[in-house]
Every structure is written in C-alpha cells, then in structure tokens.
Nanobody, 132 residues
Framework: QVQLVESGGGSVQPGGSLTLSCAAS????????IGWFRQAPGKEREGVAF????????YYGDSVKGRFTITRDNAKYAVYLQMNSLKPDDTAVYYC?????????????????????????RGQGTQVTVSS
C-alpha cells in the first residue's frame, strides 16, 4: 500500500523559507516519478517539482523556478522541497505525490519542460501560508 506522508508546512512571511518533507513507502522507490504539486483555493492544481523516473532529472513549474529546490534521500525513501523567497501566491496545500497508481483518482499536472505527468498516489497534503 502506497503511503506518502508530508510534514513541514506552516505560516511564513513573504520572503521567508520553508522546507517540506515527504516520507514514502509501499512502492518501488526508483521506478516511479515522485514530487510535489499544490492546490490553492479557486486555482487549478499546479505542478511544483518532481524527479523523473527515466533519468532522475528534476523538473519545476515556471512559477517556482529559481526559488524552490527538490531533493531526495534514497536511503530514507524521502523527498524534500526547499522553498525560498516565498510569496503570497505560494499559499496552497502542498501534496507529495508519486506516479505509482493507487485507489485514488490520478492527478494530472503540467510541467513546461516535461509535459503532462499523472500522479497516481498522493499524501494528505500540508498547508503553506505566506502572509504578512
């Protein structure tokens, strides 16, 4: 059973930083893309960052390039999202997600340098609020 557990969300002032963590289990770690997408009220789901299963490259959404960095620790089956220079527009629920299919309806997001990615499994999400 796929499990993705996020942590690290919270409230921060504009210009601040947060690091999200995701602990993964229940699937073959290296065989699926894994990353993050976000959902803000009244906005479409947006791909944030992910690692490709094909070559392990990282890809980012346009709005976070240069500010967010995705990393992974294969020994711990964990993926992280370092978020710097946060803006109010970054306020959203952030989901850790993997390509691995599950009982959940897949979430399809677009990454400009990659194309469409279908996340078949996701965590419960963690709230990030950027406000002064």
């Amino acid at each position: 059973q796929v499990q993705l557990v996020e942590s690290g969300g919270g409230s921060v002032q504009p210009g601040g930083s947060l690091t999200l963590s995701c602990a993964a289990s229940g699937f073959n770690w290296g065989h699926y893309a894994i990353g993050w997408f976000r959902q803000a009220p009244g906005k479409e789901r947006e791909g944030v960052a992910f690692f490709s299963r094909d070559d392990g490259r990282s890809y980012y959404g346009d709005s976070v390039k240069g500010r967010f960095t995705i990393t992974r620790d294969n020994a711990k089956y964990a993926v992280y999202l370092q978020m710097n220079s946060l803006k109010p527009d970054d306020t959203a629920v952030y989901y850790c997600a993997a390509e691995k299919e599950s009982s959940k309806v897949p979430v399809i997001v677009e990454f400009p340098d990659y194309g469409q990615l279908s996340f078949g499994s996701r965590g419960q999400g963690t709230q990030v609020t950027v406000s002064s």
